[in-house]
């Protein structure tokens, strides 16, 4: 068996929960904690409900709930559904490999539902998905727009695929298999972002990560070179001579990311929005001005590869997720961005138009020595029609959602609670929030997921 593949099993079935920081299983547990809320608001979109129809359609039944729905069905098609709910409304937090929580808290709920696993051990192997994930990631050089693979979808099945191993309690031959089924499964191709497929991506690496484990689980082979051999995984989707196999695994279990690498989100919009609004939405709070009083807002700073440039007049309000100008537009007339900015009739306005107008993108070349293809910041600079002219930058690494700068227990359980609202009534939503919230120290499972069911 390979080496790395070695690795990565012996760190996903040996791994002491004890040995994991604290500091891990509370970042952990605020990152489920606020996916649960992001899938329930998932639940009540369109394309939620048409991912849910499909589940009730296509899925056996089984012990598994898909949230914000009465449905009930088997691990693989709930890791499916709830992941895409997860990520439906791009609200889902980000950082390290992608979009962590929409893939790994999907997979591992499905197992730990099935097997009535108490919340800590769901923890421990969201944190081990997670770090396999991450690791990985840190020893490639990916850039996603460049290559056209989520990353999310990369790296993300190969951590999936190590919860449920986890959760499965496999052995490390059959963890290796389980490495190698998933290692033929990633998928989402980036031209999708801004439609209903950029959650599917998630959902189906959610879906594929359950379904190696349980595939290795029955004796199904693959190769034990898949992740890391010469014509495997790392070839094909990070590229020949991008990656560095021991970097992927040198300090598995020494080195945890987890604690550090997750951010949550404030506005439902992809996170390269973020910093810019951050900083926008700021000066229009300390300076008190409105869509009526700017000249011209221009942000630069972003590569040309940048997914928020996707679509710079947005034919449908979806797309704005990936529109930098639509979501700068945004926060110029309505002093904010929530979930109803993206609904059609949002885009339609006159006021809206009017505030694209004044939304001016600066690219960064590549030849530019200040270059990044993920950059820290992209600073905003506001002209007034007054002749004022004000500038701010935000580092996304230390903004508002960050690790470094958390949102509090209230700001999240407010999140959670303007989400699950959507789905459910009030108070099955604050039972929900009471459940989740305690997630390390309930004996089943089962319990919290009782409160994602309606009826």
């Not at 729905?69 to 409304?89: D, K, S, V």
């Not at 999936?160 to 089924?181: D, F, K, P």
């Amino acid at each position: 068996m390979g080496k790395v593949e070695e690795r990565i099993a012996e760190f996903v079935l040996e791994t002491d929960p004890e040995s994991i920081p604290e500091d891990c299983y509370r970042v952990a547990r605020d990152g489920c904690f606020d996916c649960v809320g992001v899938m329930l608001a998932g639940a009540a979109e369109p394309h939620g409900r048409m991912i849910a129809d499909f589940a009730r359609r296509e899925g056996a039944p089984g012990p598994c709930t898909v949230a914000g729905t009465e449905i009930q069905t088997a691990p693989a098609m709930a890791a499916l559904a709830n992941g895409t709910l997860a990520h439906a409304l791009d609200y889902d937090d980000m950082g390290g490999f992608g979009h962590p929580s929409a893939v790994l808290l999907p997979a591992a709920l499905s197992l730990a539902e099935l097997n009535g696993t108490p919340g800590r051990e769901l923890l421990a192997a969201y944190v081990i998905g997670f770090e396999v994930a991450c690791h990985l990631s840190r020893g490639a050089n990916y850039i996603q727009g460049e290559r056209g693979f989520h990353s999310t979808a990369v790296f993300g099945t190969l951590g999936a695929a190590a919860a449920a191993c986890r959760l499965l309690g496999l052995s490390r031959r059959q963890t290796v298999m389980a490495l190698g089924i998933a290692a033929s499964m990633p998928s989402g191709v980036l031209q999708n972002f801004g439609t209903h497929t950029k959650p599917l991506h998630a959902g189906m690496a959610a879906r594929n990560g359950v379904m190696a484990a349980l595939l290795a689980r029955e004796g199904w082979l693959s190769s034990p070179d898949a992740v890391a051999g010469p014509i495997g995984w790392a070839t094909a989707y990070l590229g020949e001579g991008r990656y560095d196999t021991r970097a992927m695994v040198k300090d598995l279990g020494t080195v945890w990311f987890t604690k550090e690498r997750i951010v949550i989100k404030k506005y439902p919009c992809c996170g390269s929005n973020h910093s810019a609004l951050d900083s926008l939405l700021s000066l229009m709070r300390e300076y008190g001005f409105a869509a009526a009083d700017v000249e011209e807002v221009e942000v630069y700073g972003l590569p040309g590869i940048a997914h928020v440039l996707l679509y710079p007049e947005p034919e449908y309000a979806f797309q704005g997720k990936f529109s930098i100008n639509y979501c700068v537009a945004t926060a110029l007339v309505d002093g904010g961005v929530e979930v109803e900015s993206f609904n059609d009739e949002k885009l339609a306005r006159p006021e809206l138009r009017e505030a694209l107008r004044k939304v001016e993108i600066k690219v960064t070349p590549k030849w530019d020595p200040g270059y990044s293809p993920h950059p820290a910041e992209t600073p905003v600079t506001v002209r007034l029609k007054d002749g004022r002219v004000l500038t701010r930058s935000t580092n996304r690494h230390t903004m508002r959602g960050s690790v470094a700068n958390p949102l509090t227990p209230e700001e999240l359980k407010a999140k959670f609670r303007a989400n699950g609202l959507r789905s459910l009534a009030g108070e099955e939503v604050e039972r929900a929030i009471e459940l989740w919230w305690s997630l390390p120290e309930l004996p089943d499972i089962r319990e919290a997921t009782a409160t994602l069911r309606r009826g």
